[in-house]
Structures are given as structure tokens and as C-alpha cells.
């Protein structure tokens, strides 16, 4: 499943949907010993959290959240008993979590993403696509997509964070502040446009 195609849809789509379903039968299928009973687990309300300039729709069961960007500015004390129609939001960013970050359960399910470019001739360079899960540690993950553009936490600084955003718009928080640890496994992953577009 390649998550950067969902970026730009609204809350409700047909793609973004799908992914919620899927996300509940794979959650369905793990609860049942990795057997189909006929029935799936229904997708959940989500949890939803105005701001003037973004709105999240956050399903921590299935660790999954999506930050839309309204087209206009909301007023969010409006909204204490609705949410904004849903046509005026685009989805900017989609944040996948590893259990018990920030209280959320582990995204069960395999994606892709896009290879970091090995040119700096990445606008006709055909993407690479890798496959991703939210089980992964850090040097895999480096492994996988190469060097990252920025890095930031470590010791003192709090936990470590990479970031392939110029490039791909993929960004990584990990469960840990040291970088020589190699069982450091990933407690975030934030999937959004490349910032060189």
C-alpha cells in the first residue's frame, strides 16, 4: 500500500476509507489468532481535534492519525459539537505510530515509501519504493531508505529523530536517544508531500 497517493484527499474518501477497513480487518485477523471469522471489526469514531489551521482525525487503536489542512482559517470554538465539512480539508500529513507511543497502538499493516533519490537528478529519476512496517529499528531503517537528510535528539537531547522530508517527505521519531543503540525501534513515522516540491 503506498500511502503518499491518500495525501490531498478529504475525511470520508473512498481511498482514505479503505484504509481504515483494511486497518480494522488486519487488526480483526491478529486478535483472531490469524484466522477470518466472516466478520471484521468495525472502524471506529475517530477522535478529532480542531485548530485554527489543522484538523485530526486520530484512530489510536489503530495507530493511525491524519492531519488535515483547512482551506480557510476555522474558528475552532465553533465546532464544540461538529466537525468542519469535511470537503473544505485536505490531508497533509498521515502519522503512523508503534505502540505506546503517545498512547496509540502499532499500525498493523505493510506500506511502502519512496527511496531516498541516489542522484540529485530526483525529478526524472524513477522512485524506488521500499517496503515499511512500524516493527522496524533504526539502522533498518537507514539500511532501507539511506543516509537521512537531517537528524536531530540523541543523549541529552532527547529521543532521535531522522528526517527524509526535502526528498521523499518521510520522517521518523524513534523510542530512544542513543544512535549506537541497534535495538531502537521506530515510535512514529510521518508521511507527507517532499518539501522540494
Known sequence: MELHSLLGQHPGSPEVDALLVETAAALHKKNNNNTTTGA????????????????????????????YEPSQPLIPSVYTNSTPDPSVLRLVAIHLYRSPADKYETFPLTFVIPKKPTTSNSTTEPRELVKMDMEKKGHEVVQLLGEPEEKQGGGRKGNCWVGYGRTTGVSMDFAGGSWEDREMGLACLTIALPTSI
Do not use: C, E, H, M
Open 40 to 67: 471484521t471489526s468495525a472502524v471506529p469514531r475517530p477522535t478529532v481535534k480542531i485548530y485554527k489551521d489543522a484538523v485530526y482525525y486520530s484512530y489510536p487503536a489503530f495507530g493511525i492519525s491524519f492531519n
